[in-house]
């Protein structure tokens, strides 16, 4: 069984904050890799920010370094996107995502999305 439920998803102006977050259970409650991914219309579904669930190591797209910030709380079982400086460009249907079981943690290897939640810039 494999569920992500992203909750935080809102319509922000430009320069804006806003921070989702993803409860996993089942299957991705067990995974050592955690992201996010975006799509918007017209563009392919891209990685945004990955986390190593141990250890904490984290990466991310170009296009939000040093705007988005990945983390988790083991405690409540919760993976949180925070992103500030939001552009119009990152207006997107963003999802939380796990990797497939038994694959490293990178972009290829994601495999399961929550039905994601609408981020509008504008």
């Known amino acids: 069984h494999v569920q992500l439920v992203e909750s935080g998803g809102v319509s922000v102006p430009p320069g804006g904050s806003m921070t989702l977050s993803c409860t996993p259970s089942g299957y991705t409650t067990r995974t050592n890799c955690m992201g996010w991914f975006r799509q918007a219309p017209g563009k392919q579904r891209e990685g945004v920010a990955a986390i190593y669930t141990i250890g904490g190591n984290t990466f991310y797209a170009d296009s939000v370094k040093g705007r988005f910030t990945i983390s988790q709380d083991n405690a409540k079982n919760t993976v949180t996107l925070q992103m500030n400086s939001l552009k119009p460009e990152d207006t997107a249907v963003y999802s939380c995502?796990?990797?497939?079981?038994?694959?490293?943690?990178?972009?290829?290897?994601?495999?399961?999305w929550g039905q994601g939640t609408q981020v509008t810039v504008s």
């Open positions: 995502a796990t990797v497939l079981q038994g694959t490293l943690c990178r972009w290829e290897n994601f495999g399961y």
